[in-house]
């Protein structure tokens, strides 16, 4: 981040309410010389500083487009003085400069994120929701907000830019024809056109990010759009309230962790759901538009985050890996070009949190521990294996399979992107050395005789994708689709073969539009794009508590979910002594025998031929 986003508030008689609600250490309020302003400040708390504005020469403090031209004035000399670089003074710390009305509730963390994707871009001038003005200029004002970068402040400033403005306007009793009735801001944007051809571009989408007042009150409030948003609502930038009681409203909806909320649920729900800009798809569907450079910075700026300050592989080539995966190298993945295995399982690790090594290890040293391969060699047709960028411990390294394209939002659930890309390079270099490949959740547990089981009675060679089914439904829940549940599914190999197509329209949307997506739900809609839906594998049980042990033994499931690092021992402690689930022939023990060391087809033929031995010497016994 090039410096702090600065707030700097016009006249409220909200201050008070601002503070307690969305307002940040780097708040200021403005407090001109004149026009007794400071009787009303006298009733606020006065714990976030206020700025006097200078005079602007030709202008009087009465008049409308006093208050932007003075700001950006005042500021400019500030920054400009040789004491302001004093750590004590908190504008010295300021890069990106806001003007904003003081009656609207402004998400500063939000904002701060958006121009940190920008940065960089030129000109530095933007407008949360810029207004159609002549010749279809972008113009801009407080009551959404507009903002400066510091450099174009300065670059500004020693063109003189307040004074020509100050004189314009004053030649003319009608402000060019646009009248005296907009908001300071509209002054700025308008004669920042004329003298400098410069206009704000757009920062955000006035339907998800930016609620303003210019829809009829009632149902289409600000509010009521924000309480539509749900479960995005801390997703928006701006909204403008009618009232503190509405300020105080819009906070609670848009704050994730709400102390005075009791509603974990809610709160969980809010984390869970990414932001997602609907028109950065089509620039121009909006008026004014984006710009393509800023739609796309914003696009490609959660991959960027994740890629972190110092990457290992730069934005473009990663994007070339994403689309067109390169071969799988190391020890895991020669494990897999190995002789065909019956079931490959597929286990993704992250260290974003303690909690998630902990779940790793928990599963590595339980049910998973007996299809890992050891000794450098693989022991039956069961292969297990873990997914990450790295191994998470060194002596996981034979059995991690690392990509070289594998990125890790490091997010609970914005995942999707490390799951397509893992499918596409399997699909495209690795599918057919494994009959069925399974994604299973570190914590869940998966009884992997159970699943060779089910598996028994279904054909490789056939499109299946098999799961616990889930239904998700679109906007207005008019459409409903379904998927299979991220804590453990099934795709065989020609379903994986299939769904190349679909698993790369995916990657290019998610590169594109959106990279905060969910695993499971985003792979469903990837494989109905080659016309691959779901079916039931079996019993699951996604509801797991802490000391159900003997409600797993009753009912006998597939996977049990979610079960917590310390229970997982338990757990597999108990399923593991409980009596084997069905009695094999001595025929199917056999098999069963042979399919772990030779492939199906050779055990069959071993199998006919022993017994055709046993049936000739019994024919020729006396």
Known sequence: MRGELCLFVGSSQWESIIEATWASHFTTFLWPDAVGVQAEASNCTNKLPRLSLEAVPGVSADQPHFQALSLWSTLARRLLTPNVSRSEDPLSQCYWLMHVDG???????????????????????????AMIGESRVGLADESTGYVFGRKLLFHLHSSGWVEKCAREFSNSEDAQGFGWTWPSGFYVSLCLWWHQRLRSQRLGDPL?????????????????????????????????????????????????????????????????????????????????????????????????????????????????????????????????????????????ATDATPTQVDRAVAAVETWARRYLPSAGRVTGRTLALLYSRHPLLETWKDFTLSLHGDLDMRHPKFNALRFVYMWLTLATHLATYCDFWMKADMDAYVNIPRIRQALRFMNASEKIYAG???????????????????????????ALRAAVPGLRKCMDQLLQFRLEAIEDMLLGACLRKVEIYPRELGHMIYNYRSGQVQRVLEEKPLVTHRVDEDEMYRLHTAVADEPKMVELSPEEKKMRHCEDLLEPAMCIRLLCFSNKLLWMSSSFRP
């Open 103 to 129: 009656r609207s509730y402004i998400n500063i963390p939000r904002i701060a994120e958006r121009l940190d994707c920008v940065a960089g871009l030129q000109p530095e001038y933007y407008a949360l929701s």
């Open 208 to 348: 998800q990010e930016v609620l303003t007042r210019s829809l009829p009150r009632g149902r289409d409030s600000p509010l009521h759009r924000l309480r539509s948003l749900h479960p995005s609502g801390h997703c928006i930038l701006c909204a403008a309230a009618s009232s503190p009681s509405s300020l105080r409203e819009i906070h609670r909806r848009v704050q994730i962790a709400s102390p005075g909320e009791k509603d974990v649920a809610r709160d969980s729900l809010r984390a869970e759901v990414g932001c997602f800009v609907h028109s950065l798809a089509e620039p121009e569907a909006l008026a004014p538009p984006w710009s393509y450079r800023v739609a796309r910075a914003i696009a490609r700026c959660p991959l960027k985050l994740a890629l972190g300050q110092q990457p290992e592989i730069g934005v473009s080539i990663l994007k070339q890996e994403l689309l067109r995966p390169s071969l799988p190298k190391g020890a895991a993945a020669a494990y897999l070009r190995g002789r065909r295995k019956e079931l490959c399982i597929l286990m993704p």
């Open 468 to 494: 616990a089914v889930t239904f998700s439904h679109g906007p207005g829940y008019e459409t409903w689709n379904t998927f299979a549940h991220g804590i453990g599914y099934i795709i065989s190999r020609a």
